[in-house]
């Protein structure tokens, strides 16, 4: 059994979707590593209006000094010992994520955590740069992917059934752009790792995608 899993892959992919039924069925641990991402701005954007500054690397860079972000096994997130689990899921929160993890700063602090959580194994872990940057050694490599059309209609889907307002056009747009910068930046961008299983969500429901990892992983 493969004692370390590694997913990455675009926004709206389904990654922890999937992942976190792959955990709870092998009773493995889940790290969401967006949720870190996305804390990392949510304390970037109080802090600059209270400080009314811009995001220089400089000021992100003292801002994550000693920034404590804990996630707990029922999937709560926790910034600064106070819970963020669902701040941390709005639109100003996912461009501010995808804008500070081209900090060198950023990533270098949160993959440091990423890999501590890792060590003890039994983990399934997804983000963008997990195969191939923070567990290059990963026992299973996934990279989970699907086209912009399908991406923006699932999470046009998910908003609606919770009876938020949607723009399927304005979200097609949002996942773009963060494809754009994720994939594009300088360091530790989304890429997938040569070893890494190429599955194209599509055309797939979350079951199959659910099965094949477990097919994989055993
Ligand atoms: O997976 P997510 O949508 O919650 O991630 C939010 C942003 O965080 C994403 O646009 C890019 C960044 N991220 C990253 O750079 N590296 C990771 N391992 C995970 C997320």
């Given at each position: 059994?493969?004692?370390?899993?590694?997913?990455?892959?675009?926004?709206?992919?389904?990654?922890?979707?999937?992942?976190?039924?792959?955990?709870?069925?092998?009773?493995?641990?889940?790290?969401?590593?967006?949720?870190?991402?996305?804390?990392?701005?949510?304390?970037?954007?109080a802090q600059c209006v209270?400080?009314?500054?811009?995001?220089?690397?400089?000021?992100?860079?003292?801002?994550?000094?000693?920034?404590?972000?804990?996630?707990?096994?029922?999937?709560?997130v926790f910034l600064d010992?106070?819970?963020?689990?669902?701040?941390?899921?709005?639109?100003?929160?996912?461009?501010?994520?995808?804008?500070?993890?081209?900090?060198?700063?950023?990533?270098?602090?949160?993959?440091?955590?990423?890999?501590?959580?890792?060590?003890?194994?039994?983990?399934?872990?997804?983000?963008?740069?997990?195969?191939?940057?923070?567990?290059?050694?990963?026992?299973?490599?996934?990279?989970?992917?699907?086209?912009?059309?399908?991406?923006?209609?699932?999470?046009?889907?998910?908003?609606?059934?919770?009876?938020?307002?949607?723009?399927?056009?304005?979200?097609?747009?949002?996942?773009?752009?963060?494809?754009?910068?994720?994939?594009?930046?300088?360091?530790?961008?989304?890429?997938?790792?040569?070893?890494?299983?190429?599955?194209?969500?599509?055309?797939?429901?979350?079951?199959?995608?659910?099965?094949?990892?477990?097919?994989?992983?055993?």
């Amino acid at each position: 059994m493969k004692k370390i899993i590694a997913v990455d892959g675009p926004a709206g992919a389904g990654k922890s979707t999937v992942s976190k039924i792959v955990a709870a069925r092998l009773g493995y641990t889940y790290i969401d590593t967006g949720a870190m991402y996305r804390a990392v701005a949510l304390k970037c954007n109080a802090q600059c209006v209270m400080r009314n500054a811009q995001w220089t690397e400089e000021f992100v860079a003292e801002v994550v000094q000693d920034i404590e972000i804990k996630l707990d096994t029922s999937e709560k997130v926790f910034l600064d010992g106070r819970e963020v689990t669902k701040e941390i899921r709005t639109p100003e929160v996912s461009r501010g994520a995808s804008d500070v993890a081209k900090f060198g700063v950023v990533r270098k602090k949160l993959t440091e955590l990423q890999r501590e959580m890792a060590v003890q194994g039994s983990v399934i872990m997804d983000g963008r740069d997990i195969g191939t940057q923070v567990l290059p050694n990963a026992d299973l490599k996934i990279f989970l992917t699907a086209s912009v059309e399908e991406r923006a209609r699932r999470r046009f889907e998910e908003l609606k059934e919770k009876n938020f307002a949607a723009d399927f056009e304005q979200i097609k747009k949002e996942i773009s752009l963060r494809d754009k910068q994720d994939s594009e930046r300088e360091i530790a961008p989304l890429a997938k790792a040569e070893d890494a299983v190429l599955l194209d969500s599509t055309s797939l429901t979350i079951e199959q995608v659910v099965t094949e990892i477990l097919r994989l992983a055993r």
